[in-house]
């Protein structure tokens, strides 16, 4: 009697995760940092971002924060990763004072991002991220990402510097000419990140974009694999509304 085939295994739980592409005018340009060449990502081309810290649910945010009213839980420590997050890979703090202006470029030192924030006199400005995109990390990875993209301004009086550790480098860069980049081969792209960089490239100034996505419903993208002759289409759907529905990866070619 043959043996019942083995059950597929469940798929990895997507972790939470936020990013910010941080945008700035004169002209239209957005940061993006370079991950070191090694671990998630390595040396890919990116915004600032990463996973969601059990310290950003903390309810000790909640004086420090403005704009938080009306927000789940959820929603409110997905913000405030990718305001910490943008602060520990680029050294840029959005925080405001309560008149609306930009702090001062904060000062190195060992204090936890709260503490920082705290020190600076200002505070969190959650309302003035704008949701741009949501994508979940195929079934079949290993590990999986449920990450939320917002846009926001940089502030004035800072200047982006990058952390040594997590990325290695920075660049401001126009939507438009990182796009060329990608469609010569710049490997380093990924397809979420080209994907958002194509809606952006919509829009010619910060105001513009942020209007844009304001407005623009929610959607979330889960890319689907599927074979193809000669390698690998990731999907996803028309609804999704970046213009393009798959980005085709080739099986490497064999060895001689």
Not at 188 to 205: Q, V, Y
């Amino acid at each position: 009697m043959s043996e019942p085939a083995a059950s597929a295994p469940a798929p990895a739980v997507p972790r939470p995760a936020a990013t910010i592409l941080v945008l700035r005018d004169d002209p239209f340009e957005v940061l993006m940092v370079r991950r070191h060449g090694n671990g998630q990502f390595a040396s890919a081309l990116v915004f600032p971002g990463g996973l969601v810290d059990p310290a950003d649910h903390d309810p000790a945010w909640l004086p420090l924060l403005d704009g938080a009213d009306g927000l789940e839980e959820g929603e409110r420590a997905l913000r405030i990763a990718a305001f910490r997050e943008t602060f520990e890979e680029s050294a840029l703090l959005l925080a405001r004072r309560a008149d609306g202006t930009p702090v001062a470029c904060p000062a190195a030192g060992d204090l936890s991002f709260r503490e920082t924030v705290a020190a600076s006199g200002g505070l969190l400005p959650l309302g003035d991220l704008a949701h741009f995109g949501h994508w979940i990390t195929p079934d079949m990875a290993p590990k999986r990402f449920d990450t939320h993209f917002f846009l926001a301004e940089a502030p004035a009086g800072q200047e982006a510097i990058c952390d040594g550790g997590e990325t290695v480098a920075l660049e401001w860069v126009a939507p438009r000419d990182i796009l060329a980049r990608a469609a010569d081969g710049d490997l380093s792209i990924l397809f979420p990140t080209r994907m958002n960089l194509k809606r952006l490239a919509e829009s010619g100034s910060v105001a513009e974009a942020i209007a844009a996505a304001r407005v623009r419903p929610r959607f979330t993208v889960h890319p689907k694999p599927e074979k193809r002759e000669g390698g690998i289409a990731v999907v996803i759907p028309i609804e999704a509304g970046y213009g393009e529905t798959e980005n085709f990866h080739p099986h490497p070619p064999r060895a001689a």
